[in-house]
């Protein structure tokens, strides 16, 4: 009787690489990243790793493009005040996925094509609706610190305890002062009733600064 083919490994490809590479930052964090680690997911010696990639700097640098790839960017004659809100949301969405991505886009200094497309995009649907190439670059550097400051701050309260936000506003009411602390003594009795809505923090933020940004058009135009 003939026996079974028994089905060939997954052939290696760059794309592979890059994926697996992701799924390990997703689980272990970025700095764990290593080639001989990244080979024993692969189920491969690491030295197959480099006829794809040269080295950490590319994979690195490859799992960016990946991430920046997750982004929802502005299409073509999009409307810009909900182009940017659209991505800030994408955005947010994908750094939650992605928690390590923030600190690494800050130290890297090359750009690949979906990194390079994402900010000419932006760039592009900004100064096609009226702001200066100096305006749209400043308003794209706003929401940019907004959106990476907002996911900061998240992962920093997260990183601390697991607890959910009733149970810190709790922890953090039982030693406030009344007569020292009076507004932030109420703002955790507020927190430990109603819990703590991020999405709506998010958004309140956002709109301040689109809201910011639609004057400031408004006030170039008319000059």
């Known amino acids: 009787m003939k026996k079974a083919a028994v089905p060939e490994k997954a052939s290696l490809t760059r794309e592979r690489v890059l994926r697996a590479a992701l799924a390990l930052a997703d689980e272990k964090g970025v700095e764990s990243l290593s080639m001989r680690l990244l080979g024993r997911r692969l189920g491969v010696e690491a030295m197959s790793l480099y006829n794809h990639v040269a080295n950490k700097d590319e994979i690195l640098d490859g799992i960016l493009e990946l991430f920046a790839g997750e982004i929802v960017i502005p299409s073509v004659g999009a409307e810009w005040r909900s182009a940017m809100k659209e991505r800030a949301v994408s955005a947010r969405v994908a750094f939650k996925r992605h928690p390590w991505a923030s600190a690494l886009m800050d130290s890297r200094i090359s750009s690949g094509s979906a990194r390079l497309r994402y900010f000419d995009a932006m760039?592009?649907?900004?100064?096609?609706?009226?702001?200066?190439?100096?305006?749209?670059?400043?308003?794209?550097?706003?929401?940019?610190?907004?959106?990476?400051?907002?996911?900061?701050?998240?992962?920093?309260?997260?990183?601390?305890?697991e607890l959910p936000a009733e149970k810190r506003a709790e922890a953090l009411r039982d030693v406030l002062p009344d007569d020292a602390y009076p507004?932030?003594?109420?703002?955790?009795?507020?927190?430990?009733?109603?819990?703590?809505?991020?999405?709506?923090?998010?958004?309140f933020g956002l709109t301040l600064i689109l809201d910011g940004l639609e004057r400031i058009l408004k006030t170039s135009r008319r000059r």
């Open 123 to 161: 760039i592009g649907t900004l100064h096609v609706a009226g702001f200066s190439l100096e305006l749209a670059a400043r308003a794209f550097s706003v929401l940019d610190s907004y959106i990476y400051g907002f996911e900061r701050q998240r992962l920093n309260v997260a990183s601390g305890d």
């Open 183 to 203: 507004y932030l003594a109420k703002m955790a009795e507020l927190t430990m009733k109603n819990g703590y809505d991020e999405d709506a923090d998010f958004e």
